[in-house]
C-alpha cells in the first residue's frame, strides 16, 4: 500500500529558521503516532519536508513538481502568510491544506483550511485585557513588512477605538532582517510617540534582535510589549534580562497546564528525550495541523478536495489545545493572556471577546 505523503513547510533558514527543529520534531511525533493509529485512510504517513525559508521562486518550483509528480496527498506547516500566499495558487483544489500558523484572519479558499490564531479573537481581547491591567493604551506597532503583520493592523485598528485604546505609530522592517539603524531608528520613533504598549509583529529571529535592543534602550522596564509569536526558543533567544513586560497571546503556552496539553509535553518527552527542542507555540501548530488534516481527510473519506470542502464547516476534533470546532474553514479554539518570565510563560487569563469595562 502507498504512504499517504504530506508535505511539510517548515522554516529551516532567515527569521523563522528558530522554529525549525523544535517544528520537525513534533512533526515527526505526529506522525509516529498516526502510523500507530492506523495512518490516514489506511495508508502509512510519510512527511516530505519543505523549507518555507528558501526563495519563494525556488519553493515554487519544488512543490510544483511535487504536485505534478503526484508525489504529496496533502500539505501543511508552520510558515508565514508570504509562503501561504505564494503556495495557495499553485496547490489549490489539488490537495487538502491545512495552515496553522497565526495570521491576519481573511483566507477563504478551496481547500484551504486554518486552525491559527485571527487578530479579532486573539488581539482585541488581549489588548482590552492589558488596558484594564495595566492601563496601556496607546499601541505603536513594529512588524515585519509583509502580509501578515500589515494585515493584522487593518484588521485590528477600526477595533481599537471601541477599548478606548489607538494605534499612535507603526513601523514595518524588513522580513529578512533590520539593521542596527533600522532598529534604532524604530526605537526613537516609539519613544517620541509617547506609546505605552508595542504591538509585535514580528518573526522568530527578528522579535529576538527586537527584544535585545528594546532592553538595551532601558524601554523593556516602563514600556509594554504584546506578540502573537513570542513563544519559549524566543524568549531563550532574547535573554531573561529582555523579558520584563513582555505579554504574548495564544492557543498555546507550554506551561499551560490542562490535561491535552501535559499529554502533548510528556509524549514529546517520552519520543525524543529531555533535551529536545522546546515546544513552543509554532510546534504545536505544526502538530495541530496534522491531527486537523487527519481528521478533515478521514471524515471526507477522501483527499480530494471537492470532499474536504464539504464536510470541514461544523466538523469537530481534539488536539492539544483541546476540543476545536471549525466554523467555515477556520477552526475556533480556547486563547490565553501570557507574561513572560525568563525562559518561559506565566499564564494570566483565558480571553474572551467581550470588553472589560
Known amino acids: 500500500m502507498s504512504d499517504f505523503v504530506v508535505g511539510v513547510l517548515l522554516h529551516f533558514r532567515g527569521p523563522g529558521g528558530i522554529y525549525g527543529p523544535s517544528c520537525q520534531a513534533v512533526t515527526e511525533l505526529a506522525v509516529a503516532e498516526i502510523n500507530a493509529t492506523g495512518g490516514i485512510l489506511g495508508r502509512p504517513v510519510r512527511a516530505e519536508l519543505f523549507d518555507a525559508g528558501e526563495p519563494l521562486a525556488d519553493l515554487g518550483q519544488r512543490l510544483r513538481r511535487a504536485l505534478d509528480d503526484r ?128 504591538l509585535l509583529l514580528m518573526v522568530g529571529q527578528n522579535g529576538v534582535r527586537f527584544n535585545r535592543h528594546f532592553a538595551r534602550r532601558g524601554l523593556h522596564e516602563r514600556v509594554a510589549r504584546l506578540s502573537t509569536l513570542m513563544e519559549e526558543n524566543m524568549l531563550m533567544g532574547s535573554g531573561a534580562g529582555a523579558t520584563a513586560n513582555l505579554y504574548s497571546a495564544g492557543g498555546w503556552f507550554r506551561s499551560l497546564a490542562t490535561g491535552d496539553a501535559l499529554d502533548l509535553v510528556g509524549r514529546y518527552a517520552a519520543h525524543h528525550g529531555a533535551h529536545a527542542p522546546a515546544v513552543g507555540a509554532a510546534a504545536e501548530a505544526c502538530y495541530e495541523g496534522v491531527v486537523a488534516l487527519r481528521r478533515i481527510v478521514e471524515q471526507a473519506g477522501s483527499a480530494d478536495v471537492a470532499a474536504t470542502d464539504r464536510v470541514v464547516d461544523g466538523l469537530v476534533y481534539e488536539g492539544p489545545r483541546g476540543v476545536m470546532q471549525f466554523r467555515g474553514n477556520h477552526a475556533e479554539h480556547r486563547l490565553y493572556l501570557a507574561r513572560a518570565d525568563g525562559y518561559d510563560f506565566d499564564l494570566l487569563a483565558q480571553l474572551d471577546r467581550r470588553p472589560h469595562r
Request: hydrophobic share 40%; glycine share 10%; aromatic share 10%.
Open 71 to 198: 508525489r504529496i496527498d496533502a500539505l501543511t506547516g508552520w510558515h508565514t502568510s508570504a509562503v501561504r500566499n505564494a503556495v495557495v495558487p499553485l496547490v489549490q483544489r489539488r490537495v487538502p491544506y491545512v495552515y496553522p500558523a497565526a495570521y491576519e484572519g481573511t483566507e477563504h479558499r478551496s481547500g484551504l483550511y486554518v486552525t491559527g490564531e485571527v487578530p479579532s479573537a486573539q488581539l482585541f481581547p488581549a489588548i482590552d485585557r492589558l488596558r484594564a491591567d495595566t492601563g496601556a493604551r496607546r499601541w505603536f506597532v513594529v512588524g515585519d513588512d509583509y502580509a501578515w503583520p500589515r494585515g493584522t493592523v487593518e484588521a485590528l485598528a477600526p477595533q481599537l477605538a471601541a477599548l478606548g485604546a489607538s494605534f499612535v505609530g507603526a513601523r514595518f522592517l524588513p522580513e529578512r532582517g533590520a539593521s542596527p539603524a533600522d532598529l534604532s531608528e524604530t526605537l526613537d520613533a516609539v519613544e517620541t510617540s509617547g506609546a505605552d504598549g508595542v
